[in-house]
């Protein structure tokens, strides 16, 4: 096959002419496109970065080895390296044969194998430009303008859907960092992280016991090796011959099946089989993952499974989303510090601690403080956090939202130059909730009343900080009811309080207790009674929840 | 020798190439031994990386002699 290989900075060619052989019946071609999004974010481009006389040699052997199996007439092969902007071509590939089909099942497997062998990273993506961050400093004309602008902005009131469809499309996810596996608990991944060998490496028993060629019929055996769990010995075993080997020990070539000891009698350096189980023992190298399959998928949040899956994989240094800067002020005159008795019309302060607790679940930096009632005056108190409040990605307010007096939540947020998308939704228990918008930065004003403050943590504040680190946002899942619900008729959706007391649980397929990406998946134990050897779907059982 | 760090272990190593001092060939495990003594920061890598001489991907039996240009190939990421 005649084979031209190309690596280069420029632009590749938008019309690229077959070889003039005469012999081809096909030319099929292939171009990889940079999309203009990467981990969720728009990106302006990639940069490619290449070993380009190993990768120019390893695109020939690929090539030439598939083409044995496809004979082809001609390959030809252009790569980009350096900045490549999104929308060119990144890869051209075409093949001339005399046939489409082998040309195309060449093309695929060559595509397939490049991605694994060929010397050429995405070294990294360069992110669109983004708008200049709010500040503080604006002027009141500027604030007044954006007043108005919020106004024009459509209705002030949103339904539940509506407002969380508003808060997704408003939310930018942060460019991506990359942190040690020790910092990356509850991050995101933004990247997804592929298998760089096969998992298992190597054919491993699942039993103790003893390695047989498969075939071999016999029933005695000289034991001439022996292999525990952490050994690597290879040995092409011969007919008549066993090696005692461990649970999870590499076996030492291909072939075999495993006797469990518990089925051999044993005299010296002999066994004799006395039963052979119709199943060989072995977990076959590559059986959970082979080498270049995803592992993580990108926009999974990061669990102790999940992290104990990427140490296995070699991933050290993941891309992740980065720890969040969160501001949190609560409001109201009426409220009091912990150690005080409340006075009539006096409660204590029990929102700070379940906004600071209900954001553990996102890494992030937390800053609280509280700012005295009037517009003026917590104007003038949360002046002197303006660094925190700029550098914050969430601002929170509590309190001081429903329509009274003495609000000043909305004109606040929008003193410190977030632009109001909405200021109410028809749900209860939360109905004046207030988002605002200041660039890659998003506020909300939360109702002071501490359910209506946890409900709108979940709907509202989750979906954000879901989209700021670039995970999937909170969705409403399918449940039924175990005892009925009355008195719920309200003009408003409810979000009604419950508590979930009963699970589906999807057992995992699992074939031994060195499977990790069995439990990365797993958030659940299924206690399986002793010598139960099945379980109906249906079937009520016990569980313990893990891995959350 | 010479020994090549390409993508993320430029990082890593903080350079693109690195010359060592090799008397006797070197099999994969001595090679690693020497450059985790030089740069640390690669153990973090090491399950990770294929190692290559003279533009083939190495084997477990492969020996690096002195006039042999080795290179360190993170997981690819072409296409």
């Known amino acids: 096959m005649e084979i031209t290989v190309q690596l280069t900075n420029a632009p590749i060619a938008e019309k690229i002419p077959p070889p003039a052989s005469g012999l081809a019946g096909a030319w099929t071609e292939f171009r990889g496109l940079v999309r203009g999004e990467e981990n969720g974010g728009p990106i302006f481009a990639l940069e490619y970065e290449a070993y380009p006389e190993m990768a120019e040699r390893e695109i020939r052997r690929l090539l030439a080895e598939i083409s044995v199996k ?20 990144a890869i051209y590939i075409g093949v001339a044969a005399k046939h489409r089909g082998v040309a195309f099942a060449l093309l695929a497997e060559f595509m397939d194998r490049l991605k694994q062998d060929v010397p050429i990273w995405k070294r990294r993506a360069l992110p669109v430009v983004q708008p200049e961050r709010g500040s503080m400093s604006r002027s009141a004309s500027e604030s007044q303008r954006h007043i108005e602008i919020a106004a024009g902005h459509g209705p002030a009131l949103r339904s539940l859907d509506e407002a969380v469809a508003e808060i997704c499309s408003r939310c930018q996810p942060m ?15 933004c990247e997804t992280v592929c298998a760089p060998e096969d998992l298992p490496s190597c054919d491993r028993s699942t039993r103790d016991g003893y390695a047989i060629l498969e075939s071999d019929p016999a029933e005695n055996y000289q034991v001439v090796d022996m292999i525990h769990a952490a050994d690597w010995k290879l040995r092409q075993l ?71 899956l990427l140490a296995s994989a070699g991933c050290a240094q993941p891309l992740v989303s980065p720890r969040l800067r969160v501001v949190h002020f609560t409001t109201g005159d ?57 550098r914050a990605e969430l601002v929170l307010v509590s309190g ?9 939540t909305r004109p606040l947020l929008e003193w410190l130059g977030f632009e109001t998308a909405f200021s109410q939704v028809n749900v209860r228990p939360g109905k004046p909730l207030i988002f605002g918008v200041s660039g890659n930065r998003v506020a909300f004003g939360l109702p002071g009343n501490p359910l209506a403050h946890f409900v709108c943590f979940q ?41 979930l007391e009963l699970a589906e649980l999807r057992p995992l397929p699992w074939a031994s207790s060195g499977d990790v990406t069995c439990f990365a998946a797993a958030n659940a134990l299924i206690r399986v009674p002793a010598n139960c050897d099945s379980l109906a779907a249906g079937a009520a059982v016990d569980f313990l929840p893990a891995n959350f | 020798m010479r020994v090549l760090f390409f993508a993320q272990l430029k990082d890593a190593t903080g350079c693109d190439s690195v010359e060592l001092a090799v008397a006797a060939p070197l099999s994969l495990e001595q090679l690693w031994a020497e450059l985790l003594e030089k740069f640390p920061a690669l153990a973090a890598h090491r399950a990770s990386v294929r190692l290559a001489r003279n533009l083939e991907y190495a084997g477990p039996q492969t020996l690096f002699n002195h006039d042999d240009e080795a290179a360190l190939i993170p997981p690819v990421s072409g296409g």
Request: with cysteine.
């Open chain 1, 238 to 308: 011969q007919p008549g011959e066993a090696v005692r080997v461990a649970t999870g020990a590499a076996l030492p070539c291909g072939g075999l099946r495993v006797v469990m000891q518990e089925h051999v009698e044993r005299s010296g350096g002999k066994i004799k089989i006395i039963k052979r189980e119709s199943v060989p023992n072995i977990r076959k190298r590559g059986e959970d993952v082979k080498a270049g399959e995803p592992l993580v998928q990108a926009r999974a949040r990061l669990d102790a499974g999940k992290l104990a």
């Open chain 1, 175 to 189: 460019p991506p960092v990359r942190v040690s596996l020790e910092e990356a608990f509850g991050r995101v991944l």
């Open chain 1, 70 to 89: 496809h004979p082809c007439l001609a390959a030809k092969v252009i790569h980009r390296v350096g900045v490549v902007p999104a929308g060119e071509t």
């Open chain 1, 400 to 408: 001081g939202a429903s329509v009274g007096e003495k609000d000043f």
């Open chain 1, 459 to 499: 709907f509202a504040v989750a979906t954000a900080l879901a989209k700021l680190t670039g995970e999937a946002p909170p969705k409403f899942l399918l449940g039924r009811l175990t005892t009925a619900l009355t008195d719920a008729a309200c003009p408003r959706d409810t979000l009604w309080p419950a508590r």
């Open chain 1, 334 to 390: 009426e409220i009091i510090p912990l150690a005080q008795t409340p006075q009539p019309g006096q409660v204590r302060d029990s929102n700070s601690i379940l906004i600071r607790s209900l954001l553990q679940r996102w890494p992030c930096e937390v800053f609280q403080a509280h700012l005295p009632e009037g517009f003026q005056l917590a104007k003038a108190e949360s002046g002197k956090w303006k660094a925190e409040i700029e």
